[in-house]
């Protein structure tokens, strides 16, 4: 069955503070792994899509890297806007179309 | 704007109640999806169409019926609703892989 794993659960930062975020995996056939940010009574919003193996993309603050095994999504400099919850999710090859999502980190970025 | 849209935002009822959530995008995409987000933040994937065609059906009791009057369009009635039901619904689209995600219909049953 295919498994996403994300760390740490929570995450507190001071602003300024630069960390990383982890999302590890487990499927066959991996066709894309997608980061999304989610506000408080908001839907998912996309951030960034990485599609093979060293594969990196830049947003603002945020920089997705990506693995056999997981990816990461580092946040420099962090402010207090960038707290959110971050989720990850993957697309396999099976014909569907669904994303399988992890459970999320929550960052909390303190001015 | 271009977006996907989602109502109603909050949707309180009784136990055995019927309800529909409606979902609009107009992004012109080919697929629209239906996701519930529980208590613990987990994001699942209940229903997926492809110009209107059901194309994902995950075990999701056969209360819950999505219905799609055009590809724009992907609606989710949902009869004799128990506690359980309640959480948070949310529609997507998409036209490749990637997925966007209207802003949810919290769903209370009392």
């Known amino acids: 069955e295919d498994q996403v794993t994300q760390s740490p659960e929570a995450l507190r930062l001071q602003e300024g503070e630069s960390s990383s975020l982890n999302c590890s995996y487990t499927?066959?056939?991996?066709?894309?792994l997608f980061w999304y940010r989610q506000d408080p009574g908001k839907g998912p919003e996309f951030l960034f899509t990485?599609?093979?193996a060293g594969e990196e993309k830049e947003k603002e603050r945020l920089k997705a890297t990506l693995t056999k095994k997981e990816s990461f999504l580092h946040i420099t400099a962090p402010k207090p806007e960038d707290s959110a919850t971050y989720l990850c999710?993957?697309?396999?090859?099976?014909?569907?179309?669904?994303?399988?999502f992890g459970s999320g980190t929550r960052l909390q970025v303190q001015p | 704007d271009t977006a996907v849209s989602q109502t109603p935002k909050y949707l309180v009822t009784q136990m055995g109640n019927d309800k529909s959530i409606k979902c609009e995008q107009n992004?012109?995409?080919?697929?629209m999806y239906w996701y519930k987000q529980d208590s613990k933040k987990f994001l699942k994937i209940m229903f997926s169409?492809?110009?209107?065609?059901?194309?994902i059906n995950e075990t999701v009791p056969n209360r819950f019926s999505p219905k799609s009057p055009d590809k724009a369009h992907l609606n989710l009635h949902i009869n004799s609703l128990e506690l359980g039901d309640s959480a948070v619904y949310f529609c997507a689209s998409s036209q490749g892989s990637t997925q966007f995600f209207g802003p949810g219909t919290r769903l209370t049953v009392l």
């Open positions: 990485l599609y093979s």
């Open positions: 992004l012109g995409h080919d697929t």
């Open positions: 499927v066959s056939g991996l066709r894309g």
């Open positions: 169409y492809n110009n209107k065609e059901l194309i």
């Open positions: 999710a993957v697309h396999v090859d099976t014909g569907r179309r669904a994303l399988t």
